[in-house]
């Protein structure tokens, strides 16, 4: 059973970057595609980004500005960096794996327990 | 952008009684090349991540109860848990996959017992 887990900061300083890294156990990163996802406290969900095994990625729009995802495939992890943050990046951050190998169809069976991170001086 | 409105934004319902969830997207998620909504449903419960219970809009998850039910095509879906148990208090969000990258969610649906 594929499990992940995200780890970093819980606390970042407002205008510094957000850096969080997941790690999936129980499977090999490669052949998925592997997204973040936020949640702020109370909220409902938003799609960060994904990264493919190879390093192909895509990012929402409204973030891609300020995002950069990467993969480590040796040690079977992903990497979220969030640049320029403000209160309103605080959140819950999940990691995700997709349903299909190969396929950037973003159903998610997936998850991490999701770490939350606080922007805040 | 595809927005996903969900409603009611809460909902009470007696134990044991059906309780209904609808979902509306802006424009259609069916993919006509395969004939399917490109749609999902979850269930959070708090403190946990979400949990994927259908997708394609009405296909179950394995192991999830078969109380739960996805329906619906185009831009208008429905969740049905057709007799509620406790265990089924949540939040309940769908999803489209249809816009790439990554699709949109709605803004969720709290569901207790009356």
């Known amino acids: 059973q594929v499990q992940l887990q995200e780890s970093g900061p819980g606390l970042v300083k407002p205008s510094e970057t957000l850096s969080l890294t997941c790690t999936v156990s129980g499977g090999s990163i490669n052949n998925y595609y592997w997204s973040w996802i936020r949640q702020p406290p109370g909220k409902g969900l938003e799609w960060i980004g994904y990264i493919y095994y190879t390093g192909s990625t895509n990012y929402n729009p409204s973030l891609k500005s300020r995002v950069t995802i990467s993969v480590d495939t040796s040690n079977n992890q992903f990497s979220l960096k969030l640049s320029s943050v403000t209160a309103a990046d605080t959140a819950v951050y999940y990691c995700a794996r997709g349903f299909y190998p190969n396929s950037y169809i973003t159903i998610f069976p997936y998850w991490g327990q999701g770490t939350l991170v606080t922007v805040s001086s | 952008d595809i927005v996903m409105t969900q409603s009611p934004d809460s909902l009470a319902v007696s134990l044991g009684e059906r309780a209904t969830i609808n979902c509306k997207s802006s424009?259609?998620?069916?993919?006509?090349?395969?004939?399917?909504?490109?749609l999902a449903w979850y269930q959070q419960k708090p403190g946990q991540p979400p949990k994927l219970l259908i997708y394609w809009a009405s296909t179950r998850v394995s192991g999830v109860p078969d109380r739960f039910s996805g329906s619906g095509s185009g831009t208008d879906f429905t969740l049905t848990i057709s007799s509620l148990q406790a265990e089924d208090v949540a939040v309940y969000y769908c999803?489209?996959?249809?816009?790439?990258?990554?699709?949109?969610f709605g803004q969720g649906t709290k569901l207790e017992i009356k």
């Open positions: 424009q259609s998620v069916l993919f006509s090349s395969n004939n399917k909504n490109y």
């Open positions: 999803q489209q996959y249809y816009s790439n990258p990554g699709g949109s």
